[in-house]
């Protein structure tokens, strides 16, 4: 299920508060915040797609030293 991210409407100047919930792609966004009740508005973000080149990529290279190896490096 996909992970949102909303965040608190404010009209008085004071920084957003975000929060983060895993709803169902069919679910209805949220209105109101689920603790406070305040107003809140769905954030949009890029989404996060794991490539080749991700952070997590790059770190299971990095853990494996056969791997390291391979890449030219040497790990101490």
């Given at each position: 299920m996909p992970l949102y991210i909303y965040?608190?409407?404010r009209d008085d100047g004071q920084p957003p508060e975000e929060f983060e919930?895993?709803?169902?792609i069919?679910?209805?966004?949220?209105?109101?915040h689920?603790?406070?009740g305040e107003p809140v508005k769905r954030k949009i973000v890029a989404p996060f797609v794991a490539g080749s080149h991700s952070q997590m990529a790059i770190e299971g290279k990095l853990k494996d030293p056969k791997?390291?190896?391979d890449l030219g490096f040497t790990r101490y």
């Open positions: 965040q608190v409407i919930v895993v709803q169902s069919h679910d209805k966004p949220l209105t109101q689920p603790e406070t791997k390291l190896e």
